[in-house]
């Protein structure tokens, strides 16, 4: 079965500061995907990174980077230098290797970032 | 910009009603997706359309009922909702339904009285 679980609820941290947002999944498929995704309130959901299960290289976008270790299961997110426009739902998701259509979502973590 | 465009943005409706939420994507994708989102939880999955064939339907009751007119198009027909349907619906595209991205429209808010 594949299952993400991310822990922190609710992060809120002042403007500048960095943030970690924690993801860990479970599956026993070789080949899988990983997601990560913003909601902002207005509801859309923003895709940032798809990371595949044979390239461990962190990622980093800008402000963004993502740490991905096989070894613990995990596939964090960091903001460097948040801004109150990161303030938002963050979902991380995987998908099974050539498997239809299903993204299995985390239960999200609300980051709001104040001025 | 978002390539997924859904419309409308926000529908209130009564439970005698019948109305249709429409989903357009113009990236060539082969793929298209319906979810509903309570607040504060994930999405969660109800149809995927694969080349224009329903390929899941996740026991969705049948007061919901998608169509895929072309590759491009999606909608959903609502009819006889219950109040406990009120939800964000997202519909979301990719290129071809397995391991690929999939890119979510704005959404509707639905509201039903």
């Known amino acids: 079965a594949q299952k993400v679980t991310q822990a922190q609820t609710e992060i809120s941290v002042v403007e500048k500061e960095d943030v970690t947002l924690d993801c860990v999944y479970e599956?026993?498929?070789?080949?899988?995907?990983l997601f990560w995704y913003k909601q902002p309130p207005s509801g859309e959901l923003v895709f940032l990174i798809r990371?595949?299960?044979?390239?461990?290289q962190n990622e980093i976008s800008g402000r963004y980077s993502w740490n991905f270790q096989k070894s613990t299961s995990s596939f964090n997110f960091t903001i460097t230098a948040s801004q109150v426009v990161d303030s938002a739902v963050y979902f991380c998701?995987?998908?099974?290797?050539?498997?239809?259509?299903?993204?299995?979502f985390g239960r999200g973590t609300q980051l709001t970032v104040w001025p | 910009d978002t390539e997924v465009t859904q419309t409308p943005k926000h529908l209130v409706m009564g439970m005698t009603n019948k109305k249709s939420l429409k989903c357009e994507q113009h990236?060539?994708?082969?793929?298209m997706y319906w979810y509903k989102q309570k607040a504060k939880k994930p999405p969660e999955l109800m149809f995927v359309y694969s080349y224009e064939k329903l390929s899941i339907n996740e026991s969705v009751p049948s007061r919901f009922s998608p169509e895929c007119p072309n590759s491009s198009l999606l909608n959903l027909h609502l009819h006889a909702l219950q109040p406990e349907d009120s939800a964000l619906y997202l519909c979301a595209s990719s290129q071809d339904g397995t391991d690929d991205t999939q890119y979510f429209g704005p959404g509707t808010r639905l509201t039903v009285l």
């Open positions: 990236m060539g994708h082969r793929a």
């Open positions: 998701a995987l998908t099974r290797g050539s498997t239809l259509g299903r993204l299995y």
């Open positions: 990371r595949n299960s044979f390239d461990e």
């Open positions: 599956t026993r498929d070789t080949t899988y995907y």
